[in-house]
């Protein structure tokens, strides 16, 4: 595989992962659904999983923000790249804005499969684990 193939990857992982950061925080659970494909899945520990993306904007629907709120993801490692499909993991840390100001409410981990399909990225799955 050529370093191409691999910057290509690994530069469509990083846009989509930050997409979703922002639309999941915008609350725009139509944008957010778009980043995965007709048949992707995205697993929450201890909310559930969502099959396809219909779903998936449902499901996100259902806790989309009532006041400020920010994902920040770091320390993104894109763990295996082919022609069609990246894995990525990274951390993530939420934050929402009350009454005393930002708050960390929770971090935990996300593991991403996004493949390609006519030259365009999308997730495949992505499972988001919360550290306690």
């Given at each position: 595989m050529?370093t191409s193939?691999?910057?290509t990857?690994a530069a469509a992982?990083q846009a989509?992962?930050g997409?979703?950061?922002?639309?999941?925080?915008t609350?725009?659970?139509?944008d957010?659904?778009?980043?995965f494909?007709?048949?992707?899945?995205?697993e929450?520990?201890g909310?559930g999983?969502?099959e396809g993306?219909?779903a998936?904007?449902k499901g996100?629907?259902?806790?989309?923000?009532t006041?400020?709120q920010l994902h920040?993801?770091?320390n993104t490692v894109?763990?295996?790249?082919?022609?069609d499909?990246?894995t990525?993991?990274?951390?993530?840390?939420?934050f929402?804005r009350?009454?005393?100001?930002?708050?960390?409410?929770m971090v935990?981990r996300?593991?991403?499969?996004l493949t390609?399909?006519?030259?365009?990225?999308?997730?495949?799955?992505r499972?988001?684990t919360?550290?306690?």
């Amino acid at each position: 595989m050529s370093t191409s193939t691999e910057a290509t990857a690994a530069a469509a992982t990083q846009a989509a992962i930050g997409a979703y950061a922002q639309a999941l925080d915008t609350g725009r659970t139509d944008d957010l659904a778009e980043l995965f494909w007709p048949d992707g899945v995205a697993e929450i520990a201890g909310i559930g999983t969502f099959e396809g993306q219909e779903a998936i904007r449902k499901g996100y629907e259902a806790f989309a923000p009532t006041q400020p709120q920010l994902h920040l993801v770091a320390n993104t490692v894109v763990t295996a790249v082919t022609e069609d499909e990246a894995t990525a993991v990274s951390d993530l840390a939420y934050f929402q804005r009350g009454e005393a100001g930002w708050a960390v409410r929770m971090v935990g981990r996300y593991d991403d499969t996004l493949t390609r399909r006519d030259g365009v990225w999308r997730f495949q799955k992505r499972v988001t684990t919360f550290q306690p």
